[in-house]
């Protein structure tokens, strides 16, 4: 595990914004088993329960809130991290349009005084991660690629929008390129990923979440948007592209310093119901029912990514199909609410094994 991404983790000091959060969690616990230092920052976990006390990691856990300037600056300035991963976000797209001035406080003005106080630090590596949904959506059948223009229908989509033109105005005016190794260390880059799913999230109007929620209490899930066509991939396949980019900053490659995308391949993409039938293979209690509520808030019905740079640039690929996406999520859920375990560190390492090509 050490050896992965060139050794470049072990003995680093990685800062993790939203630690406590379903993707930062499953980040966290793998910059731990590759021997990183790991600070995280972020609010207290937002549900119960919640991935991130369930793996009760031997990491240093400091509950801030990102639009804290001073504070920010106290924990950059104390722990003097190597690289930081900024996932700290208001991410759930209904809980925006009910508090849009939070989403975009967050989401923008936490952005800036992240990147703010790395700039005062002189992190060397900030690996800032947004959204797929930051795009201007066209509802295309093709995927949005990376120099493709910002927008957002919905305050969340547009605040990620925001965020991701915010990080390219700190790249030009604070860690201009051409400037790296002169007047600065540093190197920013960006990452969007799709929608990501997989043991230990239980963030209300996620619809993995909704189902396994449901299926615990002996219910049906009801499913508002059946015909929404989503990229769906675990949560560690984005996570392998943001270690991924960091080694490259780590390293000192400023050609890595840019925006990268980070999906499924097509066949990853599919309509919500077909994710019921799809998971209900794995656990046949599961059952659904359809409420189209025509006054809902707008949502996209459809958004994917053109991931081929990082294909071709990165060698970064997706390792699990949808399929085995699927039954390593309905897996985890089953481990935990059956036995009451947490599957996440065999998970990890049975993605490791794929990564590296075993079977």
Known sequence: MKKLFGSIYKNKTVLVTGHTGFKGSWLCLWLKEMGAN?????????????????????????IGDIRDMDKLNKVMQEHKPDIVFHLAAQALVRESYANPIETYETNVMGTLKV???????DVKAIVNITSDKAYENKEWVWGYREDDPMGGYDPYSSSKGCADVLATSYRNSYFNLDEHGKTHQTLLATCRAGNVIGGGDWAKDRLITDIMLS??????VTIRNPHATRPWQHVLEPLSGYLLVGQKLLEGKKEFATAW??????????????????????WDKIDYEINQDNNQPHEANLLKLDCS?????????????????????????KGFYDNKQVLSIHQLGEYIKNLQGEK
């Open 215 to 220: 299926v615990s209490q002996g219910k049906k």
């Open 38 to 62: 790991i600070v995280g920052y972020s609010l207290e976990a937002p549900t119960t329960p919640n991935h991130f006390e369930l793996l009760n990691l031997n990491i240093i856990s400091i």
């Open 309 to 333: 740079k990082a294909h071709t640039y990165l060698q970064w690929k997706p390792v699990w199909s949808s399929e085995k996406t699927f039954e390593m999520t309905v897996e985890w859920y």
């Open 115 to 121: 990147l703010e106080a790395c700039k005062n630090a």
């Open 261 to 282: 995308n980070f999906g499924p391949s097509d066949e990853g993409t599919i309509t919500v119901e077909a994710v019921i039938h799809n998971v209900k293979k794995y």
